[in-house]
Every structure is written in C-alpha cells, then in structure tokens.
C-alpha cells in the first residue's frame, strides 16, 4: 500500500494540501504554492521587459500574459499589483503596432487605479507614463504632454525632485518640445535629465568605492575572517538599461547640437555607468573622450572628477591583468 503523500518541496512532512490550480501538486501548507506562483510571476516580468528592451515585442507578450494570470491568482483581478503587468502587456501591444489591444490594457490598468483609493503615487506615476507613450504612438502630443507632466508630478512626490524616478518623464516630454521646434525647452528639460542622472551616478560611484575601501580595511584588518560585509545593492537591471538608453539618446542630441559641455557631461555620466556595470574598456573609452571635450571648455570644474574616474578605471585594470 503506497504511503501518505510528502510535500514537493521539503519532502519529509505530510502534504494534506492540494495546490487549488493545478490540482497535482501537494503542498505540507498553503504557502509554498502562493510563494511559487509569486516567482513564476517575477520571472515572467523580468523576461518580458528584457524582450522589450532588446525591441522583441512580439517575443514580450507570452511572457507578459503569463505574469498577468499568475499575478491575478495570487492577488485577485482587482489588485493594484497587476498595474505594472498591465503596461507591460500594453508596450508589448504598442510595439507590434496593435494600439487597439494596447488602449484596452491601459483601460484596465486605469479601472484598477481608479478603484483604489489607496493606490501608491508610484504606481499612478507608471500609469501615466504609460498612457502619455502611447498618446505618443498615437500622435497626440498635447495630450502626451499632460500624462507626462502628471508623472512627473506624481514621481516627485513618491521618490523626491532629485530622484532619477522623475527623469523619465522629463526625457519624453523633451523628446515632444523638439518635435514641436520648441528648442529651448527641450534643451532645459534634457539639461535637468542630463544632471539627474549625472548625479546619481556619481553617488552611486563614491557608495561604490566607500564599500570597497571598508572591505579592505576589513581583510588587512583580519584577513581570515569571515566577510559579513552586506552584499552591495548597486543598481538594478532597470535602472541600468534605463540610463543607457536614455544617456545614449541624450548623446546623440547633444553632438548633433554641438554643445560640448552638455555633450562632456552626458559622456561623464555614461563612463561611470560602464564602470559601475564593470565594462572597464568602454568606461575608459568613453571616460577619455569626456576627458579631452573637458579639457578644451573655457570652465574646466569637470576635470578632476573625470580624471578621478580614469584614475579608478586604469588601477581595476592593473589589478585584472
């Protein structure tokens, strides 16, 4: 006679509990089964806003489709946590050129924020990033401009003015201003993006090398102690594809416009974020071209802080050879 059936997972206990959706697997609690269909909705997420990334919109659907089923499972169909999938799914859309299915995605993201009096401003401000893209799509700018400008609003007051939150929408709302030849905003917008970026890179880079100096002083210190230093945040997958498309974008501006100390900056910005995303020989690259723009500007204030990120760069490339 077979035996009482384990858990799938820890494979000692007595699993009593049926996964309610598949009906296969059994479970020694309920929480195992809400904890994987919680990572399956992660992965599929994280595998759908890389497809988009790498402009594979039709590839992002599946993915995303996935994660709004799972994610309706475990939060219900009137979550606030289906809002980000939902502009996933409508991006996906956008991006194979179905704006209709895309309005519809939106439709349902915006119901759902309605719905919650409570909803985070940082979810609201994803909202409205979303619609004014694909007012964008659709060619209506004024409108575009309104959603924009409403996410900025909103990611101000989630995450602070100086937070790279904020930048997003200012870059598409720049991106309109040139369209319309309205230049001088646009050049005031892509200025304040630049310096956002710009600075939270930089901080980025001293929290980085404060980590390492207290490693070393840890390891001279007890060279054979355990490390309990905590594993360094640094900066997410997001955020790192979000600062190179858009600093590569802003590059592109700047030379054509030829303004060399925007155009210096921009290079700065995009040289420590190869560095801290470990690309030594495009930081160098890239940290050389800002470097000799600097040196010919009639205020050379950038000078030291690029040459100190060159310094960096050719010690991490002494230590690696």
Known sequence: ???????????????????PRCRLVRYCSALPCVSLQKSIVEVAVSAAQRFLWEGKALEALPAALQALRFSARVFGWSSVQLVPVY??????????????????????????VLQSPDCPAAVQ?????????????????????????TDVYLATSAFGVDSIEVSGGYFHMANIFLRQNKVDVANSLYTEV???????????LQEHQGRLRR?????????WADDEEVAEEGMTEAQGEEARRVLQAL??????QQLPQETARVLHALA???????????AREVGMKAFDLAKELPQQDSLETIGHLLELINANFSHTK
């Not at 077979?2 to 997972?9: Q, V």
């Not at 996933?88 to 050129?97: Q, V």
């Open 1 to 19: 006679m077979a035996g009482r059936p384990r858990c799938e997972l820890c494979g000692s206990r007595p699993a009593p509990r049926l996964c």
């Open 87 to 112: 502009l996933l799914l409508a991006e996906a859309s956008t991006g194979t050129g179905n704006l209709r299915q895309a309005s519809k995605y939106l439709s349902e993201a915006e119901w759902i």
């Open 125 to 149: 401000s994803r909202l409205h990033r979303g619609l004014g893209l694909f007012c964008i799509a659709q060619g209506n700018l004024d409108q575009a401009l309104y959603h924009l400008a």
């Open 194 to 204: 630049t310096r956002l970026w710009h600075s939270w890179l930089l901080s980025s």
């Open 215 to 223: 490693l070393r002083a840890r390891a001279e210190a007890a060279p």
């Open 251 to 256: 590059l592109g501006v700047r030379k054509k």
């Open 272 to 282: 420590m974020l190869h560095y801290l995303d470990l690309d030594l020989e495009k």
